[in-house]
């Protein structure tokens, strides 16, 4: 255990001799479980030829990883526009929610819950099926980004207002005593102290709005997962391409997880918690 | 009285829910008086001085800033505020804003002050409430009375016609409070018109001009301090000062 304190040193009393005994006991077994699991896992794939060469040979070329590399710049391309947008939606449909004018309040939350109840891939169908027809013509990369950002909007617009609802009420009143406009207040005041507590949330939600970006297969968008696609078909290799892809995904989005964490013990006022912080520490 | 006075207070009703909070308050403050609210807790001092510049809204009644009747919302209620500062009992400093920049941004925002200007004459500010070689740290890296000075000189920045103070030392270790008491005695002593809400019976015996007494919602007497400490009038005024004095 690190000598920082950590959220189990106030959820649990330090374990006596005992405990400490069953904890040894615990790790043990279950490090033997996980270790038998994977060597199963392992066997099974020799086994079944997935081990074989020829599902691997593939990966020693640069022209595979040149391919997956292009598509992991059309992964990264399309969250980040996904992302830019989500935020500038997000933020809209937050401000009409706390909007003092009644209608539009009640219109936001509609939206709001409208973004986080239909799942991505209606979206996607919808940009893809039916926004043609309606004369809207997006291209790919604007068939992937504009879904994923919409159905994240929602989620993000909840995340600002939690933000703008934990600034005191204080930090309002003494802008309103200076003879600040409504406008001033918010956005000189509250908004910047709101969106410094949620800005770890922020980034956790990018990894949301990563993955859904795997949904660009159906729009024939070339991102990691569709170009994948191709070298599974290309070489008839189903689990090793999948495999590699994953572990990209996963050391993309730990990285992206990272950074939430960096970023919220930059913003944490000192002696304070980040308030939807992704606190993993131990 | 010739003059306007700066603050007025005519009739003044407040409810919340059904606790009659404010009974028909009529005060009023003249140029350079400094007048301090003291009553036990829950007997509406604190409201009464938020209604002045209208954090609290009232239910019926009047208030007047330099003869100007409060306007309800808007620009002319914001116009009004700026002339009238306040400070809190939480000392409510903006957390993201350096102290300096506490101190700059009500002139920049309201009163247009161009940046160079407002920076120097926070300086001054600063210098004088003895706070400037703290003006690149954050509000929560300075001590209470620090802070609650900061304040202090965040208020007088907008070139107050007077200045509210809720509370103002009710929050701070006791050590601080004497550091914050100075600077606001310096500044009535200065000719600024105040409005001091406080449990500190020394500041009211030696600097107010006038001393309003309230419980429940009323103002039973006003005198002063003088007068008030040594031949309080009613009984609950006999009372509370009393239970504060014994010890």
């Not at chain 1, 691997?56 to 992302?83: D, E, I, N, P």
């Not at chain 2, 002050?113 to 890296?141: C, F, I, W, Y």
Request: charged letters at 20%; aromatic letters at 8%; one cysteine or more.
């Amino acid at each position: 255990m690190s000598a920082q304190p950590s959220i189990r040193d106030f959820l649990y009393e330090p374990p006596g001799p005992r405990a400490r005994r069953r904890i040894t006991a615990a790790t043990v077994v279950s490090a033997a479980a996980v270790a038998a699991g994977l060597a199963l896992v392992v066997r099974q794939f020799a086994v079944t030829g997935q081990l074989d060469a020829r599902y691997w040979s593939f990966f020693a070329r640069a022209t595979t990883w040149r391919f997956l590399g292009q598509g992991l710049a059309g992964t990264v391309k399309a969250a980040l526009a996904a992302g830019a947008l989500t935020f500038c939606m997000g933020l809209l449909l937050m401000l009409g929610r706390i909007s003092r004018f009644r209608p539009l309040q009640a219109v936001s939350r509609v939206l709001i819950e409208f973004s986080r109840g239909v799942p991505t891939l209606l979206f996607i169908y919808f940009f893809f099926l039916a926004a043609p027809q309606l004369g809207l013509k997006l291209s790919a990369f604007w068939k992937v980004a504009v879904p994923v950002a919409l159905s994240a909007a929602g989620m993000v617009a909840e995340v600002l207002r939690s933000g703008v609802n934990a600034v005191p009420r204080g930090q309002t009143e003494a802008a309103l005593s200076l003879g600040m406009r409504d406008g001033s207040v918010f956005f000189k005041i509250v908004f910047p102290q709101a969106l410094r507590s949620v800005v770890p949330a922020l980034i956790s939600e990018l990894v949301i709005v990563l993955k859904d970006t795997t949904f660009a297969y159906v729009v024939n968008y070339a991102d990691l997962m569709q170009n994948a696609k191709v070298l599974i078909s290309n070489y008839d290799a189903l689990l090793s391409v999948y495999l590699v892809v994953a572990v990209i995904y996963i050391l993309i989005n730990y990285a992206v997880n990272k950074l939430a964490e960096a970023a919220a013990r930059r913003t944490a006022p000192a002696g304070k918690e980040p308030l939807h912080g992704t606190d993993t520490r131990n | 009285m010739a003059q306007t006075p700066v603050i007025e207070l005519r009739h003044i009703q407040k409810h919340f829910g059904t606790l009659h909070v404010l009974k028909d308050i009529n005060l009023s403050v003249a140029q350079g008086e400094v007048v301090v609210i003291i009553g036990p807790s829950g007997s509406g001092k604190s409201t009464l001085c938020r209604t002045i510049n209208r954090l609290e809204t009232i239910d019926s009644g009047e208030i007047l800033i330099d003869g100007a009747a409060l306007p309800q919302e808007g620009r002319e209620l914001a116009r009004l505020r700026a002339q009238v500062g306040m400070v809190f009992q939480s000392f409510n400093l903006f957390a993201h804003k350096t102290v300096l920049d506490n101190v700059t941004i009500g002139p920049m925002d309201v009163l247009k002050t161009p940046k160079q200007q407002a920076r120097e004459e926070a300086m001054t500010l600063l210098r004088r409430v003895g706070v400037d070689t703290q003006a690149a740290k954050l509000p929560a890296q300075l001590s209470g009375g620090q802070q609650q000075r900061v304040a202090i000189a965040r208020a007088l920045a907008m070139h107050p016609k007077a200045i509210l103070f809720d509370e103002p030392t009710s929050a701070l270790d006791p050590e601080m409070i004497g550091e914050v008491l100075e600077v606001m005695t310096r500044l009535a002593r200065e000719g600024m018109t105040m409005v001091v809400v406080t449990h500190e019976m020394g500041f009211a015996r030696k600097v107010a001009d006038r001393v309003v007494f309230m419980d429940s919602g009323e103002i039973l007497e006003q005198n002063t301090p003088e007068e008030f400490f040594t031949h309080p009038q009613t009984k609950r005024a006999q009372d509370f000062l009393d239970s504060i004095l014994k010890h």
